[in-house]
Every structure is written in C-alpha cells, then in structure tokens.
C-alpha cells in the first residue's frame, strides 16, 4: 500500500491494510503508528483491521497508535469502546512521541 489510507476504510477497502499491518510485523516492526488524517470513513470491518493488527503486535511486546483527525473517524473508535485501546492523536508527530516514550529505549 503506497501512502496513506485515504477516503473509506471499509470492506471493500481494508484488505491492503490488513497486508499492510501483517507485513510490518512479519518485518519485526512492533510499534506502529498508523496514519489515518485521510480516511473520512471507517465500518466495523476496518477497525476490525487495528483490532486484528493490535493482536499482532502484542504478541512481540508491540502497540498500536493511530493519527485521527475525522471526528467521524473517531466516533466510530469511541462507540466501540476501542478509543480506551488505541491512543489516538491529531498529528503523526504527537503518535511518534508517544510510541517511543511507551517503548522506551528506542531513540537514542
């Protein structure tokens, strides 16, 4: 998948994400911040996706943040109760800082 996600992430949309995240760890990259400033829309299959990437990365010790700035993106997260799983920030910037105070030594 090149870029970022943009528009819906839904059924029809969600399976190179799902790669996407399964690659990523399959490389050895546990601690993901997943950049979603362009997706307007997401459906249970796409949070399904975070979910099933978030079980994944546990499994190495790893997280999961996302950069949400959709507040229908958002809402989706809060209904769910996921929003209490997945720390979520406005800028990539803040989701950074964030995964690399939680996973401690890995900025030198």
């Known amino acids: ?14 399976a190179p994400m799902r790669t996407l995240m399964a690659d990523l760890v399959r490389q050895g990259r546990c601690h993901l911040v997943m950049d979603l ?3 307007d829309f997401i459906d249970s299959t796409g949070v ?7 079980k ?3 499994a190495f010790d790893g997280q999961v943040a ?3 700035t959709a507040e229908h993106v958002r809402k989706t ?4 109760g996921l929003i209490k799983v997945f720390p979520m920030f ?17 900025h030198v």
Request: net charge positive; aromatic share 6%; no cysteine.
């Open 56 to 58: 994944r990365v546990r």
């Open 90 to 106: 406005d800028t990539v910037d803040r989701g950074v800082e964030y995964i690399g105070r939680a996973v401690g030594k890995t």
């Open 66 to 68: 996302l950069v949400v």
């Open 37 to 39: 400033t362009d997706v």
């Open 77 to 80: 997260f809060r209904v769910t």
């Open 1 to 14: 998948m090149g870029g970022r996600p943009g528009g819906e992430l839904d059924g029809r949309t969600a």
């Open 48 to 54: 399904g996706v975070f979910v099933g990437g978030l």
